[in-house]
């Protein structure tokens, strides 16, 4: 069965600081996608990052880079530099058979100042 | 503003009731996703339309319905509403399918008591 693993109920990161939040996966699909969503306290999912399993490189949108190690089936979100409108939750999500996707439970990252 | 559009944005009902949440997709998208955010299940996949018909199904109960009309616009229906039924509810909207992740509304919290 596909699953998507965050094992970092909670983080926290000093303002300006990187952090790295952890995801694993599993599944036996050759083509997949990983993505990464935030969602503020207001509620909203925002899109950040996504990478396909064929893709060699990792993905970067600004800030955010995602350290895609595809023998490990791991695909960590790396935040640099650190701002306080950075604090949120933090899904990783998987796209399943059917254009679903599957999401983990979620890290929830408080950046201090 | 993501471009998908979620009515209402809260809504408070009692057990036994029957609400209905809408959705209108970003322009130019054919495929609707509805999800469930609760406390102890996380997000959950519910229903996928394209193009107004039915494309896949994941853990929606049978007192919850949806459907897409042919303007796009797709509506969630939830009748005999128990208090477990609380909770965030995305409609989300993509091209195609899903495999490059989609655009999530804000939400609709709904709250039964």
């Known amino acids: 069965a596909q699953k998507i693993t965050q094992t970092q109920p909670g983080m926290f990161v000093q303002e300006k600081e990187a952090v790295t939040l952890d995801c694993t996966y599993d599944t036996s699909d050759q083509s997949y996608g990983l993505f990464w969503y935030k969602q503020p306290s207001s509620g909203e999912m925002i899109f950040l990052i996504y990478q396909g399993s064929y893709d060699e490189q990792n993905a970067t949108e600004g800030r955010y880079s995602l350290n895609f190690q595809k023998a490990r089936k791991s695909a960590n979100l790396v935040i640099s530099a650190s701002q306080l409108g950075d604090s949120a939750m933090y899904f990783c999500a998987m796209s399943a058979q059917g254009g679903k996707l599957i999401f983990g439970q979620g890290t929830e990252l408080s950046v201090k100042p | 503003d993501s471009g998908v559009t979620q009515t209402p944005k809260h809504l408070i009902t009692a057990t036994g009731q029957r609400v209905t949440l809408r959705c209108s997709p970003r322009?130019?998208?054919?495929?609707v996703y509805w999800y469930q955010q609760s406390l102890d299940q996380g997000l959950q996949f519910l229903i996928q339309y394209y193009n107004g018909e039915e494309r896949a199904k994941g853990n929606i109960l049978e007192r919850f319905s949806a459907q897409q009309f042919p303007d796009l616009h797709s509506e969630l229906n939830l009748s005999s509403l128990e208090l477990g039924d609380s909770a965030l509810y995305f409609c989300?909207?993509?091209?195609?399918?899903?495999?490059?992740?989609?655009?999530f509304g804000s939400g609709t919290r709904l709250t039964v008591v």
């Open positions: 989300a909207s993509s091209a195609w399918g899903g495999d490059y992740g989609y655009t």
């Open positions: 322009s130019g998208d054919l495929s």
